[in-house]
């Protein structure tokens, strides 16, 4: 379990900033046992589940055994009432944000959502050289705040998504709360968005009150006309610190997702042929100016497997952790209550028991029936799955089909070293050469 409190985290942490968290894994598991190892992060005692097996009984035992628990940063650094723990918050956010997904939001934002591409890429895509790292950025947190709160306004786009930039390099920094650390600066950050957001909010509610915006147009609005089983209203406080946890888990993992899709398609130059292949044909299909719709994602089957393919090698999370709220026993070992586990999406997906030859890019094992069951967890499993997963989806298809039939590029720095902060990224945000194609 390494050192006396800071356990075994200098070493994970370095394995995940050297763009290797599997490497952690691997060492370990090839010294002790494939499906259980014990470790020390984050200053508790930690038990790693390794494989499907350990994906399915983590997944399938929320509530039962176990629990989702969050490092202590997190719990920190995000504001919440007095009287709710990360727990509760994180149930309401995610009935909330099912609940607004699943009105057929989706199918009306797909065009909205391609509209605010096309305006992304005359603005940020108007020159032969750009960092795929930050033009990515602006894209998510315009589509995140039109669609979750209406904001346009791109000076004000921007001063969020670089406040919630902040907060996402405090989430697994050690809660130390000194002026100059990662983690004040997080919570700092996290804070201003807050106040930001409380302002927006009490906007909205007079706006809502004097019937000058019409219910509910975006995640904002449903969430201040919502009310629960004993007819009470969300307080606005609450309200804003789900939006900062949704701004901070729905954008900077679609960044990852968007950057590695990127260089992917530069270095595979068949697969990117592929994809263009199959975005021309739907391109065609349409009317001149004719906006992308819900219907034509079904269209882009070689398209979402290539962006699983990417999921796969390059996860934007390497995964979360639980809590165990009962002794119980697994693989032969006692594990006890108090104790909290860890789920690592490398553990499977560069696993060549259920994906030979791991390290090889193979869109094609997305076809028919897909990995085994609990093997392919990009997104986590079992009542805790990302509520954001469709959504992802569809930001995902959207930019591919814009950005492909537009444009082939290539990379600028060949063999730019990846690292984990704690999510993946090129060290030099992905420089790219453009090339329109003729119109
Ligand atoms: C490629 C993009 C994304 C990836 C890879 C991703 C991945 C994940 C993962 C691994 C989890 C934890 C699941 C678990 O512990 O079992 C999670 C949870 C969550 N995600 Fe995502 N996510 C993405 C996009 C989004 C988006 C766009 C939103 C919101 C619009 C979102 C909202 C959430 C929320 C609210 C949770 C917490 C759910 C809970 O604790 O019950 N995610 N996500």
Not at 260 to 278: K, T
Not at 412 to 428: A, G, V, W
Request: aromatic residues 10%; positive net charge.
């Amino acid at each position: 379990m390494g050192w006396p409190l800071i356990g075994e985290s200098l070493e994970f942490f370095s394995k995940l900033r050297n763009g290797v968290p599997e490497k952690f894994l691997t060492d370990r598991i090839t010294k002790y046992s494939s499906k259980v190892f014990r470790t020390s992060l984050l200053r508790e005692p930690m038990a790693m589940l390794c494989g499907a097996e350990g994906n399915k009984f983590l997944f399938s035992n929320e509530g039962k055994l176990v629990q989702v628990w969050f490092p202590s940063a997190i719990t920190k650094i995000f504001p919440r009432s007095h009287d709710e723990n990360i727990q509760e918050s994180t149930i309401k956010v995610r009935k909330v944000l099912l609940s607004f997904l699943k009105a057929d939001a989706l199918h009306k934002y797909t065009p909205v959502m391609d509209a605010v591409m096309k305006q992304h890429l005359e603005r940020d895509w108007n020159q032969s050289q750009i960092k795929v790292g930050h033009v990515v950025t602006r894209y998510t947190f315009t589509v995140a705040c039109r669609l979750l709160l209406s904001i346009e306004d791109p000076q004000k786009v921007e001063k969020l998504g670089k406040r919630i930039g902040e907060v996402v390099e405090g989430t697994m920094s050690l809660p130390i709360n000194f002026p100059g650390t990662a983690f004040r600066r997080a919570i700092k950050a996290s804070m201003a968005v807050h106040k930001e957001l409380e302002g927006v909010i009490r906007q909205r509610k007079n706006d809502l009150s004097e019937k000058s915006v019409l219910p509910p147009h975006d995640l904002l609005s449903h969430m201040l006309l919502a009310n629960d089983e004993n007819g009470q209203f969300m307080p606005e406080f609450d309200i804003a610190s789900l939006i900062v946890g949704l701004l901070h888990g729905g954008t900077h993992t679609l960044n990852a997702a968007l950057t590695f899709i990127m260089m992917y398609l530069a270095e595979l130059p068949d697969v990117y042929l592929e994809v263009l292949r199959e975005q021309m044909e739907i391109a065609r299909s349409k009317e001149p100016r004719e906006s992308l719709k819900w219907e034509d994602l079904s269209k882009m089957r070689y398209s979402w497997n290539v962006a699983n393919e990417v999921l796969r090698l390059t996860p934007p999370s390497f995964g979360t952790f639980r809590e165990a709220i009962t002794d119980f026993t697994y693989a032969g070992y006692t594990i006890p209550k108090g104790w909290k586990l860890h789920w690592m999406s490398h553990s499977t997906h560069k696993n060549p028991q259920y994906f030979p030859n791991p390290e090889k890019f193979e869109p094609s094992r997305f076809e028919g029936n897909g990995p085994p069951p609990y093997t392919f967890v990009p997104f986590g499993g079992g009542p805790r799955m990302c509520p954001g997963n469709e959504y992802a989806r569809l930001v995902i298809l959207v930019f591919m089909h814009n950005v492909v039939t537009k444009f082939r590029w290539e990379k600028l720095i060949p063999n730019e070293k990846i690292l984990s902060d704690p999510l993946p990224r090129p060290t030099q945000g992905l420089p790219i050469l453009l090339h329109p194609h003729n119109p």
